[in-house]
């Protein structure tokens, strides 16, 4: 055997790729952007339906149990319910930036290659600062409701949902300006902390010469740049969790109502008139 049949080669249009040998077939780029475009439209439908969903089933589950949990559990569960609310608004502006980016790569790339950091989410907020809703929209090919011009092939009923869909992406984008201080806190913690192992801990007297309040769990993380423990406080106290909760209701069914008004629109493309 030469070495020319060693070589691995695309599996659609058997062009020579540069990887490694591999005992599953490999696409050449692009191959694999055609492939990846091709399965955009299910990989949001299916981002929709169960993927984003899990965040919120996970913040529920936890707000009910709280009930009946004691004081140390509490404050595990408020955590676990913090952990959702930053992957649902990772994921929002995931997709966000997959839908504005999507004419120089496929959607589920970009989405799935994202990776959280504090100016990211900073930039995300400040953006719904000055932009507001319409401008939100319009970044990911998206018109204000009351912008909506006729759609060829579209009937009543699908246009009504696309109307709601619309309708209800202005209004959580309006109330997610309330949570910009809570949103870029947090976002911004756990893009910090997430880089290694973090730790846990309801006391901070061992480490740093104070107490946190009762309703405060603290996240230690190693800041070896500068020789320090980076210590976060995040309230777990059940007024701010609801608060919590509610954010993640809104990160969710605002990516929810973005993949429906997208796919409506573009999924087959739909002429805009």
């Known amino acids: 055997m030469n070495a020319r049949e060693l070589e691995p080669r695309c599996a659609s249009c058997g062009a020579v790729v540069s990887a490694a040998p591999h005992d599953r077939a490999v696409r050449c780029p692009v191959c694999f952007e055609t492939y990846l475009r091709g399965i955009d439209p299910a990989f949001l439908d299916n981002l929709s339906r169960f993927g984003i969903r899990g965040r919120q089933v996970v913040a529920e589950t936890c707000l009910r149990a709280l009930v009946l949990a004691n004081a140390d559990d509490r404050k595990l569960l408020g955590m676990t319910v913090y952990e959702q609310f930053v992957g649902a608004g990772s994921d929002l502006i995931a997709l966000h930036r997959a839908l504005q980016r999507r004419g120089s790569a496929p959607i589920s790339q ?114 070896s740049e500068h020789g320090r423990l980076d210590v976060a406080t995040l309230r777990v106290d059940e007024e701010r969790l609801e608060q919590v909760v509610n954010g993640i209701d809104i990160f969710t069914r605002l990516a929810r109502n973005l993949i429906h008004a997208h796919l409506t629109l573009n999924d087959p493309p739909i002429a805009l008139h």
């Open 110 to 223: 970009t989405f799935l290659d994202f990776k959280l950091d504090a100016p990211t989410a900073r930039a995300f907020f400040a953006a719904l600062a000055r932009e507001g809703p319409s401008g939100m929209l319009a970044a990911v090919g998206l018109p204000h409701p009351s912008a909506l011009p006729p759609v060829a092939r579209m009937g009543r009923k699908e246009r009504r949902a696309l109307e709601k869909a619309l309708t209800a992406a202005v209004s959580d984008f309006e109330q997610l300006t309330a949570y910009q201080e809570l949103g870029e806190r947090a976002l911004a913690v756990a893009a910090d902390h997430l880089r290694g192992s973090t730790l846990l801990t309801d006391r901070t007297q061992w480490l740093a010469g104070r107490a946190i309040s009762p309703g405060q769990v603290a996240s230690v993380a190693l800041d």
